[in-house]
């Protein structure tokens, strides 16, 4: 299947879904790396000023999910997490057709995969690894970089099928959701 112009439409497919996926593995590495950083810095007994009475840094480990809901099911949390980055993978990365699309579904990479990575390698152990908080702002649960990636992809997800009404292979949706004509990225 082709374009008007003669582009075809799997190489814009591979395109984005490449994008998506080096957005995820950045997004990674800095999670990783905050993680890495705050563990090797902060005491949990003394959080960190950064801005006053607006931001701090307070290291937790958090067997739960947000909020820290459900901390006696970290096993169950961890499988669906593997479920949620192994659908992400294969499943949407090879469908993404639009530059938002790939924005979003590269932040939900990155965002499963940093916390994944503390549910299966870190304390107490596998399936069992307590996620790395260390951000905590007013009248708010202590959260970490990946669940800052996890919140703007929701918020683009939102963006574009509330507001500009874009599917996730890039054509325009139409009222009553068919997608027929095609979005401009």
């Not at 970089?145 to 949706?173: P, R, Y």
């Amino acid at each position: 299947m082709q374009e008007a112009g003669g582009t075809a439409i799997a190489g814009k497919t591979r395109r984005y879904g490449l994008w998506a996926v080096l957005l995820g593995l950045c997004g990674f590495a800095l999670d990783w790396t905050t993680k890495e950083w705050v563990l090797a810095n902060l005491d949990p007994t003394a959080p960190v000023q950064v801005i006053p009475g607006q931001l701090y840094l307070r290291l937790i480990r958090n067997p739960g999910a947000a909020f820290s809901m459900g901390e006696s099911f970290t096993v169950v949390l961890t499988c669906l997490a593997i479920a949620a980055l192994l659908f992400l993978l294969f499943w949407m990365v090879p469908r993404v057709g639009h530059p938002g699309w790939a924005v979003a579904t590269g932040l939900l990479l990155a965002g499963v995969a940093g916390n994944l990575f503390d549910r299966l390698f870190r304390e107490p152990g596998a399936f069992h690894g307590h996620v790395v908080d260390f951000l905590q702002v007013p009248w708010f649960a202590v959260f970490n970089v990946a669940d800052i990636w996890i919140t703007f992809a929701a918020v683009t997800v939102i963006w574009l099928t509330l507001i500009t009404s874009v599917t996730l292979s890039g054509e325009k949706a139409e009222r009553g959701g068919s997608a027929s004509a095609k979005a401009r990225p």
